[in-house]
């Protein structure tokens, strides 16, 4: 595989969203006490430090070992594994796409490394606008997948409205 500027992006994309993730982490598992919770910016915006050995939202978090190692860490990879060859080969995809999609596999790449690494998922920002409207305890990572899909759908849309 040649290098270009293209699949350069992707990769620089890719290491720095998993470093972002990674660096905030080892901050937050250094100078926040687990399971606490500080105020950022009054109820709205609070940094806590709580471990997920499961998926979004904890979901799996009870499973049996078999099936968590197999849901998720292994299925995770492979797909990761698929979406990055899809990025790299498919020559049609726009600028914003790329980068959407690189976000997602770092994001995906940077949690899988914890599930790995630790056992758990480090999960540190909560925001919270009503007692109905809230996150769950999100982290970078989290945020990089999510961008990712929210840039995706909305150049989803963009190509139909061209078309």
Avoid at 9 to 38: H, M, P
Avoid at 99 to 116: L, T
Wanted: charged share 20%; proline share 2%.
């Amino acid at each position: 595989m040649k290098l270009t500027r293209r699949t350069a992006f992707i990769i620089i994309t890719i290491i720095v969203t998993i470093a972002i993730d990674q660096i905030s982490k080892v901050l937050v598992r250094t100078y926040v006490e687990a399971g606490s919770s500080s105020p950022i910016i009054g109820d709205f915006f609070q940094l806590m430090n709580v471990e997920n050995d499961g998926a979004f939202l904890g979901l799996g978090g009870d499973l049996n070992p078999t099936l968590k190692l197999f849901l998720l860490l292994i299925l995770p990879v492979l797909v990761l594994a698929f979406v990055l060859r899809h990025v790299i080969k498919d020559k049609s995809l726009d600028r914003w796409s790329i980068f959407a999609f690189a976000s997602i596999i770092g994001g995906g790449i940077a949690n899988v490394y914890d599930r790995f690494t630790y056992g758990s998922v480090t999960d540190f920002l909560y925001i919270r606008v009503t007692d109905f409207i809230r996150t769950g305890i999100f982290n970078m990572a989290d945020l990089s997948v999510t961008t990712g899909m929210i840039i995706l759908v909305i150049m989803m849309f963009k190509k139909k409205k061209h078309a």
